[in-house]
């Protein structure tokens, strides 16, 4: 109806109107228009989603109630307000799910420990005597940025270095129980230092890890973003 009243204003002569009443009346029937397309009517029966089509269950998970293990689990500090800090939800799904993001997190905080270490090492331009392969020198990739000491490392060292982080992945997940069906997460505590610790010492310890494994993973980021985007670093100016 609205457009029908409308239609008929616009059909009147345009001679009983001034020039900038010509031109409202044709922004405003553009205006009407684009709104019927952009803005559809409201209406007041619920939207029923198609079969098959459901809100990713990520986005949904905070209200959902907390998994009773994540209660027990390392982690919680003063950082976090002495409670839980989990807005995506991680531990609301399931144990084994929550066992596998924590296992998850351990290996992506050591790997992020071992990675801001080296590359601190490689700024200082620390190195070992002696040549790689016997031509390129250790003094002379130390003396390069990271990404292209990396770059300058020979074919085979890298092999070499992949290789061996391969075997140690294989083998912290061939360990009997596997983490997932009942046993303890991958220490690399071959010295056994652990058994004798008290169960204080032990989650204390357990806890630094994880903080400096987390830290680590935003240094390491914040690295990469420094070497790559000029000006990234620090994001907020002093």
């Known amino acids: 109806?609205?457009?029908?009243?409308?239609?008929?204003?616009?059909?009147?002569?345009?001679?009983?109107?001034?020039?900038?009443?010509?031109?409202?009346?044709?922004?405003?029937?553009?205006?009407?228009?684009?709104?019927?397309?952009?803005?559809?009517?409201?209406?007041?029966?619920?939207?029923?989603?198609?079969?098959?089509?459901?809100?990713?269950?990520?986005?949904?998970?905070?209200?959902?109630?907390?998994?009773?293990?994540?209660?027990?689990?390392?982690?919680?500090?003063?950082?976090?307000?002495?409670?839980?800090?989990?807005?995506?939800?991680?531990?609301?799904?399931?144990?084994?799910?929550?066992?596998?993001?924590?296992?998850?997190?351990?290996?992506?905080?050591?790997?992020?420990?071992?990675?801001?270490?080296?590359?601190?090492?490689?700024?200082?331009?620390?190195?070992?005597?002696?040549?790689?392969?016997?031509?390129?020198s250790f003094a002379s990739l130390a003396a390069k940025p990271p990404l292209e000491a990396w770059a300058g490392v020979p074919l085979g060292g890298k092999l070499q270095i992949l290789g061996w982080i391969f075997c140690v992945e294989a083998a912290s997940e061939m360990q009997k129980p596997h983490y997932l069906k009942g046993g303890d997460f991958v220490t690399y505590d071959w010295a056994e230092l652990s058994k004798n610790m008290s169960p204080e010492t032990l989650r204390r310890k357990q806890e630094a890890e994880l903080k400096n494994g987390r830290l680590a993973m935003v240094g390491f980021m914040s690295f990469l973003a420094a070497n790559n985007i000029a000006g990234s670093v620090p994001m907020v100016p002093h």
């Open 1 to 136: 109806h609205d457009f029908k009243r409308l239609f008929k204003v616009l059909q009147q002569p345009s001679k009983s109107f001034p020039p900038t009443t010509t031109m409202a009346r044709t922004i405003l029937a553009l205006a009407v228009g684009a709104s019927a397309l952009v803005a559809p009517p409201q209406s007041s029966k619920p939207v029923v989603a198609m079969k098959g089509i459901q809100t990713p269950p990520i986005l949904t998970r905070e209200t959902l109630p907390t998994l009773p293990l994540a209660e027990t689990m390392p982690g919680v500090g003063l950082e976090t307000g002495g409670r839980l800090w989990d807005p995506m939800g991680f531990a609301t799904f399931s144990d084994e799910s929550l066992i596998w993001f924590r296992a998850c997190e351990l290996k992506h905080g050591r790997v992020a420990m071992l990675a801001t270490a080296g590359w601190i090492v490689n700024g200082l331009h620390f190195s070992f005597p002696g040549t790689i392969d016997y031509e390129t």
